[in-house]
């Protein structure tokens, strides 16, 4: 009986060392982003919070250097230098290029500093989320022909003004800029209740171009994102109009902005809750309703039981909650859900962009 247990037990081992087993393949995409989210955001397993001008920043750049060289990509290290409070910074961009069979190219970006690190922020949803996942994304494109080319872009110093964005968008000249077929932000992808994905607002004014003449508000990458989205398991929402802010429609206040300036139709795709009457209405800086994030929530209204009481209004964006170990424990299993969605939506994008 155990000579025939053997023999039957021993074709199983020997399956289990072949080469060819789902163990020995690499990590599913989804999973791999998780895994990256964990090496750039947790103090205690990698890099953590990423302070803009910091040596945690820098490192966090080389890291993200690194995975991009160790894929084969050629990467461009661009340092760039800005002011602040009237004294002159510099960080760095980090970009690397996949060509492809038109050399029209769709730019898919994430800022990889963060802030909040006083009380407390890894900066994990803000945004070592969206730098997760596009590396997730290059690591399982690399080597691939798809129909555009696409540039990975990881911004620098994008908390304290927009300035990686801002430097990568003014160093591309008439050509460059002429090829860009579209810009996807993604910035705070995952943590909320809901992710959504926006275009420029109608408005150019609330864009503050140096020439308004070129700007775009075309939403045709917002609505592809939308469409591909239905086939994952998290499709995005069109948030609600809210005052000064039509369906859909999103402000400057991310790395999309300066792109949208030059013409080029954008997407910025973030995790949060528009149904949520916050600090400030319906804007999207309240980005739960779990009690845990707030002094008392009220379900009817929306809102805070007190408004003029509240103190935490639903926030998880440079606070004590942005980090792996907190949103789990309020939120097990989302990030990863989430993280997840947003690297597939990616992947089928890019692949057929219907642009």
């Known amino acids: 009986m155990k000579k025939t247990l053997l023999a039957l037990a021993l074709p199983a081992l020997l399956a289990g060392c ?17 895994e990256f989210l964990v090496q ?26 690194d995975h991009l060289a160790g894929w084969g990509y ?29 050399d029209k190219v769709i730019l898919i970006g994430a800022h990889y500093d963060s802030t909040g690190e006083k009380k ?17 994304v290059a690591e399982a494109l690399k080597g691939e022909t798809l129909p555009y080319t696409v540039r990975f872009a990881f911004f620098g ?13 003014a160093s591309l000249d008439t050509d460059a800029v002429a090829k860009l077929l579209a810009m996807v932000n993604y910035d705070t992808i995952a943590g909320g209740d809901i992710v959504y994905v926006h275009s420029a607002h109608s408005d150019v004014a609330e864009y503050n171009c140096a020439d308004p003449s070129r700007y775009s508000f075309d939403p045709k990458v917002r609505d592809r994102l939308l469409a591909i989205s239905q086939q994952t398991a998290t499709p995005f929402a069109i948030h609600p109009s809210y005052s000064g802010y039509p369906e859909g429609e999103t402000g400057s206040w991310s790395d999309h902005a300066p792109f949208a300036c030059l013409g080029v139709p954008i997407a910025y795709v973030e995790a949060t809750n528009f149904t949520i009457n916050g600090e400030d209405g319906y804007d999207g800086y309240s980005q739960s309703t779990n009690p845990a994030l707030w002094d008392c929530y009220d379900d009817a209204t929306k809102s805070a039981c007190d408004r003029d009481s509240e103190t935490q209004w639903g926030k998880i964006w440079h606070t ?9 424990e309020l939120f097990p299993g989302r990030i990863e859900q989430q993280l997840g969605a947003n690297t597939d939506l990616m992947i089928r994008f890019l692949k057929a962009p219907g642009l």
């Open 18 to 34: 072949n080469p060819s087993d789902n163990d020995s393949q690499p990590p599913a995409p989804a999973a791999q982003a998780h």
């Open 40 to 65: 750039l955001s947790s103090g205690a397993e990698g890099i953590g919070a990423r302070p803009t001008g910091t040596e945690a920043e820098t490192r966090a750049a080389a890291w993200i250097q």
């Open 74 to 102: 050629e990467v461009q290290n661009q340092p760039f230098t800005y002011t602040r409070g009237g004294t002159d910074r510099t960080s760095q961009n980090i970009v690397a290029e996949l060509k492809g069979q038109s």
């Open 120 to 136: 407390g922020s890894e900066g994990a949803t803000d945004n070592g989320a969206g730098v997760a996942a596009l590396l997730a």
């Open 157 to 169: 110093a994008e908390e304290n003004g927009l300035n990686g964005s801002r430097a990568y968008a």
């Open 320 to 328: 004590e909650h942005d980090r792996l170990d907190k949103m789990a």
